[in-house]
């Protein structure tokens, strides 16, 4: 029982260490091949590009379906979501919207989760044979994105059960820590649950090979292939060399194997593994890093470089440190460093900041952001606002004078410049990190007989004859995809795309403004914006209400054309404080309006604004509730003023005095808009916009029926001569009512009622 305990808890900290990877698939940790027939490795490519194309295409338009549904808002109403049809959301994207849970702020919210999910494609799997005839095709696919595996893929199952470890990770100063590496192996291979084989993908032998550096032997490939062999005999059940032994710091050569059913492969982990594993360097040809941040946001050496500069003394490292601090220093940088930023006004205070963030690992740009500098140095020292730089620090560079190639070369000298600096120290103490495909290619030959699964390293940056070498040597090589790079005409032709629909947008908010905003020119040379003043005698309505049983008194004035101009609210019982605050905030969006400013804007801003007093409403015929006496306010200035029915809780079917019109019964017309020459006369709020029921316009009436009259004159000139009724009008009471042509009705030519034949013969 606390053997098996031990043994879990030895996984459980190898994991934590990150030390091996969680037991998985092998195509959980490797981008295994899709092998090609022979013969049509060209209609192989093409079909792999055509896949890839297809789903870019499908994530570009998923992001932009994203981006429509974003500008709806969380809870848009009908009219923008009609609007947003119009300007090519999908019909079943708004029937999606409508119906998923979270609204559409959810369905904005999956889009981007769909258009952002990596997409890592198998390789295209060739033959050995292929490489050589088809070098060049195969340069150009990989610029579109296609990954390739040259060689022979072993045929080890894609459901393999597999684990990765980092073998620099059990390298301490006295060697290779064979006892922990084997147990680790033993619990992996039991924990995997399976009789069947498991393989172990070996990474980090580079970084190893570094670190076993105080141990007397100068060549890396040697140290590298002394690994793989230690690894070879936890198989196979030999005995290590003396020789690899004392490469390894081993003194004692013991038989510490076989694990029965272990093999050994190495590959390159797969860019879009997430399994909490990331080793000192990839499989046997990835990259060593001198350097890291460590949690404290600190530069500091790796593991493996620091194991390798102990072993050279204090001096050693003295050097390396003095190599860290003159990375993270800005005067290496050119154009952007102390001098040129002092002459700008930075001090020596933000110079510091600086400094440290760099240090602490902070890329170039983010350094200068203003989370980084602090408001105090924007407003004091350089005299800038900080809300202009909440972002990278590029605005600011730009803002006090740099240009952007200047801007460049200072983020790519500050980029990697830690490791650079540290690099020259390792060179010149003679701590060589062999990058050389010879080192691949010799450990490779040196440990061959090890390797008894996969065995594939990445030769992306390689050049054709270096493949070459690698396919002679017995290894499959796997050609990682270029990154997309946009060509020059189209990334042109986009900077001009983008130009005219800045130019329209900024064309579009011209033409939305105002007249007398647009043509007073807003900041513009032609003036500040002039204020339309009210007529001294004008119209308006009151509106008294109760909002949560706090009275409210609502005082519009319109200008002459009936659209508001001014507004006064009162509230007498409240306190004075409260009351004189209402009261110039009336003011002020008064003047608001005179200026030019639309009610939309303020209908926009201020409905639904949650505030105290809140609730009921009575002595309003359209609204029953407000979350505040604001959202009261300017729900009641949009129904008056802006026909916003859609503000209003009690339907159209309401007249201006709450009696109703009548409209279902089907014995009334609908209501009729107010009609431009009663503007001047009747109160286009008090009205809603629409000609009340109890008004008359008679002049039209009579023009109406002179008009009739006169063509019915003009027909027959003779025959006009129109005869009064002998009964009386039952409006006026004059005998005046006749018929004229056409018309069925009888019409009161003194009060230009009209009256059916009915209610005067029956």
Not at 445 to 455: C, D, E, P, Q
Not at 643 to 652: F, H, Q, V, Y
Request: proline residues 5%; negative net charge.
């Amino acid at each position: 029982m606390s053997q098996s305990v031990g043994k879990t808890g030895l996984l459980q900290a190898a994991l934590a260490d990150g030390r091996i990877s969680p037991i998985c698939r092998l195509s959980d940790l490797v981008s295994l091949p899709s092998m090609a027939p022979e013969g049509l490795e060209a209609e192989a490519l093409d079909v792999a590009l055509r896949q890839r194309e297809a789903v870019e295409l499908s994530k570009r338009t998923t992001l932009g379906m994203a981006d429509l549904v974003e500008q709806l808002g969380s809870r848009p109403r009908n009219a923008q979501i009609a609007e947003a049809m119009l300007a090519g959301l999908p019909q079943p994207l708004v029937e999606a919207g409508l119906q998923h849970e979270q609204g559409f702020e959810g369905l904005e919210r999956q889009l981007r989760e769909q258009a952002m999910a990596p997409y890592v494609q198998a390789p295209v799997g060739l033959a050995t044979d292929a490489f050589e005839t088809m070098s060049d095709a195969l340069a150009t696919f990989r610029k579109k994105a296609i990954s390739v595996w040259v060689g022979d893929p072993q045929a080890v199952p894609a459901t393999t059960p597999a684990v990765a470890i980092d073998v620099s990770t059990f390298i301490s100063e006295n060697g290779l820590e064979a006892r922990l590496l084997t147990d680790t192996l033993e619990v992996a291979h039991l924990s995997a649950g399976s009789p069947n084989d498991m393989c172990v993908l070996v990474h980090g032998v580079r970084a190893a090979a570094l670190a076993l550096e105080a141990h007397g032997e100068a060549d890396t490939a040697k140290r590298a292939a002394a690994i793989l062999s230690f690894l070879g005999t936890l198989t196979s059940g030999s005995t290590l060399t003396k020789a690899d032994a004392s490469r390894l710091g081993l003194s004692a050569i013991s038989k510490l194997g076989p694990i029965k059913g272990l093999s050994i492969g190495i590959a390159p982990l797969r860019a879009d593994a997430d399994l909490a594993f990331a080793p000192a360097s990839d499989g046997l040809s990835g990259a060593v890093a001198l350097t890291h941040t460590d949690e404290d946001g600190i530069i500091r050496l790796s593991p493996a470089a620091a194991l390798a500069v102990e072993a050279r003394g204090t001096k050693t490292r003295e050097a390396v440190q003095a190599a860290i601090d003159d990375g993270c220093n800005l005067d290496h940088l050119p154009e952007i460093n102390t001098e040129s930023l002092r002459l700008r006004g930075f001090s020596d205070e933000a110079i510091a900041r600086l400094r440290n963030a760099i240090a602490e690992g902070l890329p170039f740009s983010a350094a200068f952001s203003r989370w980084v500098l602090g408001d105090d140095v924007l407003t004091k020292d350089l005299k800038l606002a900080p809300e202009a730089f909440d972002t990278d620090g590029v605005a600011l560079l730009k803002a006090i004078g740099f240009s952007d190639s200047a801007i460049t070369a200072a983020e790519d000298a500050s980029n990697g410049a830690v490791e650079k600096s540290v690099h020259r120290v390792f060179e010149e103490a003679g701590l060589t990190v062999d990058d050389a495909t010879g080192f691949v290619l010799e450990t490779a030959r040196l440990a061959r007989k090890h390797l008894t699964s996969i065995h594939c390293v990445d030769g992306s940056d390689w050049p054709d004859a270096e493949i070459s070498q690698a396919l002679s040597a017995g290894l499959s090589v796997f050609l990682g995809a270029e990154p997309e790079q946009v060509d020059a005409e189209t990334e042109e032709r986009m900077s001009a795309i983008l130009a005219l629909a800045e130019d329209l947008a900024a064309e579009y908010e011209r033409d939305a403004m105002p007249a007398d905003v647009s043509e007073a020119g807003m900041g513009s040379a032609s003036g500040p914006v002039q204020r339309t003043r009210l007529p001294d005698r004008r119209k308006g309505y009151i509106q008294k209400a109760t909002v949560g049983g706090h009275k409210v008194y609502l005082h519009t004035g319109e200008f002459d054309d009936g659209s508001l101009g001014e507004i006064f609210l009162d509230m007498h019982k409240e306190g004075a404080a409260f009351r004189s605050l209402m009261n110039n905030f009336a003011i002020a969006v008064s003047l608001g309006l005179q200026y030019g400013v639309p009610l939309d804007e303020y209908v926009d801003a201020f409905v639904f604004t949650r505030f105290e007093p809140a609730g009921d409403v009575t002595g309003n015929d359209r609204i029953t509730k407000a979350t505040s006496i604001l959202d009261y306010i300017f729900r009641e200035l949009a129904i008056s003023y802006l026909a916003r029915e859609d503000l209003a809780e009690i339907g159209a079917d309401v007249s201006h005095d709450g009696l109703g019109r009548g409209l279902k019964d089907g014995t009334r017309e609908a209501p009729q808009p107010l009609p431009d020459e009663a503007v001047q006369f009747i109160s286009r709020g008090f009205s809603r916009g629409q000609l009340p029921d109890n008004i008359v316009i008679l002049d039209k009436k009579r023009a109406e029926r002179g008009e009739a009259a006169s063509q019915a004159n003009l027909d027959d000139p003779d025959d006009y001569d129109p005869e009064y009724l002998a009964q009386p009008c039952p409006h006026c009471a004059s005998f005046t009512l006749t018929t004229l042509p056409e018309e069925e009705a009888l019409h009161c030519e003194t009060c230009g009622q009209e009256t059916s034949p009915e209610s005067i013969f029956n």
